[in-house]
């Protein structure tokens, strides 16, 4: 589970956080979503403990990753999952070695063992094929199925998206949609996925919350954000009905 | 006057924060060098970029150092009849100084801006968030192998600077200008000591730290977009270079 108590954070002399509290239950999968620069990696980046925070919590089971340190920091992060922007593949190594660079790392598993659970990831997420390719070779979304398989491959209790689809064509887009609401079937994950494709992520997600200049603006249910009478959320949601339109 | 003062204060203000966030990152590594396990794949990886991949050009500029110095060497020595310790002098300008701190400045310019070019670019692309995600320590995987890499693999480049010079001082002075070869080769040994030798090992190798620190350095605090890559690389090889010498004078004063 995770909890966000009052969190507060400034960069640069201006405030982007300005007092978050949410919660996401075990199960759960919660979109962020609001204007771009209004504060929404900043917030998912405390919750992995990559920010510190200036005033408040962030809670993974009870536990506070923003003050924690240390092995107590890295038992927290074993249980969270991290889908960057970009994909954030290690450029250096192909396919095969970034998805199991955190098996080596963190586990003691036969190369065997490490193989087959690399190949059956990687068929999760559709790519089979690759996996002797460098980052380099690859399109956007295959990217970002990689990571994605890369985080799945160490059986997150967590995992926080951001932007999945951003930067890919509609089809890829709906894909890698389709694809995390594949693997939250599956595996049951709790979640965080910041997003823009207001429609798609309906069908994914259990709760929207709405952020707005560092505030949570509203948080409900995608019926209850859909039928808000809020003005902010209603202009955001028009905004996002002439996008739709156009796609 | 007063807003001159203020930009002033702000200046030394910004310069001493960046001066103390570069030794705490200095402090950071050296800690985490002693905390195992050592990546040891990664750090024959590095000795093998920062070292072999420097090897060619490290050889090209010792020869025609070794070459050009007994030439002008020659020029000054032959005026008072002193050919005969063309050789001694030759390699003990090498030894002491130009071979550390030349070959650290070319080792600089080849390997300390790919440096911070790649961990630059690591730090653009989330990929250094991304290893911090994954619970893995970015220092024990990118910059212990880069630091350590480069305190082993200076001094050795640096050796090979100092032979290959003596060699082209040997080609010039005693092929060409007629020195003899028993007294290039013999007035070296007795005028060079063990003394010498260490002294120009603890340079090369002091460099071989200061290189590889301010390079990771650079790249690590990348800021972001390809201009923060480009500043990086500039400052790392600015930065490197200055401090090469800087330092070089002052080991110079302490161990001379």
Sequence with gaps: MIEVIDLHKSLNGTEVLKGITFKVVKGEILALIGKSGHGKSVLLKHIVGLIRAERGKVLINGEDISQSRGPAREQLRKKIGFLFQGGALFDSINVFDNVAF???????LKRDEIRERVLFELAQVGLSEVE??????LSGGMKKRVALARCLIMDPEIMLFDEPTTGLDPATAKSINNLIRETHERLKFTGIIITHDIYQIFSIVQKIAVLNEGRIELIGTPTEIKTSEDPFVKQFFLKGDDHHEKI | MVNLIQRLGNFVIANVEKLGKTGVFLGTAIFWT???PLKIGRIIKQI???????SFIVILTGSFTGMVLTLQTYYGMEKFGAEALLGPTVALALIRELGPVLSALMITGRAGSAIAAEIGIMRITEQIDALEVMALNPYRYLIVPNILAGIITFPLLASIFNVVGILGGYLVGVQLLGVSQGAYFGEMVNFLGVKDITIGLYKSL???????????????TTSYGAEGVSKATTGAVVTSSVLVLVWDYFMTSVLF
């Design chain 1, 102 to 108: 955190p098996l080596r790392e963190k586990t003691r």
């Design chain 2, 206 to 220: 002091s460099f071989g730290l200061i290189v590889t620190w301010i390079s990771c350095y650079q790249g690590f």
């Design chain 2, 34 to 36: 002693f905390i195992p």
């Design chain 1, 132 to 137: 002797g390719k460098f980052p380099a070779e």
């Design chain 2, 48 to 54: 093998s970029f920062i070292g072999v991949k420097s």
